[in-house]
C-alpha cells in the first residue's frame, strides 16, 4: 500500500491531516444518469457465508489479497430512538470475488472478528465511521487497517463526501447502481434474496476497484 489513510483509532491522534481546499469539480446526479453501467458481480463471484467452516475458508481466500473492500449491512430502523442491534451482513470483496458473511452463526461472527481486527489487510470504503462503531459494539472488537476513501477524495480535491456514485463516476466514467428497495430491506433476514446479495456485494467490490484505481491497494 503506498501512503494510504488509514483510520488510527488510538485516542487523541489526528487519523487525517487537514484537507486541501476542494477545488476539482465532481459530476451531478443529473450527469451520472447519463454514464454507461459500471459493470458488477453477478451472484457466481459472490459466496454467502453463514458457518464457521464457511467462514475459515472464505478467510483463507481474502488472506491471499493485501487490500478488501469493506462495507455491511444493518436492519432498517424506523422509529425515533430505535437502536440497532447491527451489523448483520459483513461484505468484503477483492477485485475478483467478494463474500457476504452473515453474523447469526457464532462460529462465523468470530471468524468475522478475527479477520477485521488483522492490521496487515487494508479494508476500504465509504462512509465506514457508523459501520466501524456498530461492529465495536457487536463484534467486541476494533477493526484495523480501515481506509475510509471519502477522506482518500477530500485530500484530493473533492468535495468532503464522494460516497461510491461520484467515485465510480469520477474514475471510470460510469453509473454505480444501488437499489433502495435492497437497501433498506431486512438484513436480519435468515434468507437473503438475490437482490440483497447482489447489492451487498457490490457495494464491497466497487470499493476494491476505487482503491486500485487510486493506486493504494
Given amino acids: 500500500m503506498h501512503n494510504a489513510l488509514i483510520i488510527d483509532p488510538a485516542p487523541g491522534r489526528q487519523p487525517f491531516p487537514e484537507p486541501m481546499p476542494t477545488t476539482r469539480p465532481t459530476p451531478s446526479k443529473e450527469e451520472i444518469a447519463l454514464l454507461p453501467e459500471f459493470g458488477r458481480l453477478g451472484l457466481e463471484r459472490i459466496t454467502l457465508v453463514d458457518s464457521?467452516?464457511?467462514?475459515?475458508?472464505?478467510?483463507?481466500?481474502?488472506?491471499?489479497?493485501?487490500?478488501?473492500?469493506?462495507?455491511?449491512?444493518?436492519?432498517?430502523?424506523?422509529?425515533?430512538?430505535?437502536?440497532?442491534?447491527?451489523?448483520?451482513?459483513?461484505?468484503?470483496?477483492?477485485?475478483?470475488?467478494?463474500?457476504?458473511?452473515?453474523?447469526?452463526?457464532?462460529?462465523?461472527?468470530?471468524?468475522?472478528?478475527?479477520?477485521?481486527?488483522?492490521?496487515?489487510?487494508?479494508?476500504?470504503?465509504?462512509?465506514l465511521g457508523d459501520d466501524t462503531k456498530r461492529i465495536v459494539s457487536k463484534l467486541r472488537v476494533e477493526p484495523a487497517g480501515v481506509l475510509e476513501l471519502n477522506a482518500v477524495f477530500r485530500q484530493r480535491g473533492y468535495r468532503k463526501d464522494m460516497g461510491v456514485k461520484g467515485a465510480v463516476a469520477v474514475l471510470f466514467n460510469q453509473r454505480f447502481i444501488k437499489s433502495k428497495k435492497a437497501a433498506t430491506s431486512n438484513w436480519a433476514n435468515p434468507r437473503l434474496s438475490e437482490a440483497q446479495l447482489i447489492y451487498a456485494a457490490n457495494d464491497a467490490y466497487a470499493a476494491a476497484r476505487v482503491l486500485a484505481a487510486l493506486a493504494l491497494g
Fill in 52 to 127: 464457521g467452516p464457511q467462514a475459515v475458508e472464505a478467510c483463507a481466500a481474502l488472506r491471499d489479497h493485501a487490500a478488501w473492500g469493506f462495507d455491511t449491512e444493518s436492519k432498517p430502523t424506523f422509529f425515533k430512538d430505535q437502536v440497532s442491534d447491527g451489523p448483520h451482513i459483513v461484505q468484503l470483496a477483492t477485485l475478483q470475488h467478494a463474500w457476504v458473511f452473515q453474523l447469526t452463526d457464532p462460529a462465523c461472527r468470530d471468524r468475522v472478528a478475527g479477520l477485521l481486527a488483522e492490521a496487515a489487510h487494508t479494508k476500504a470504503g465509504f462512509g
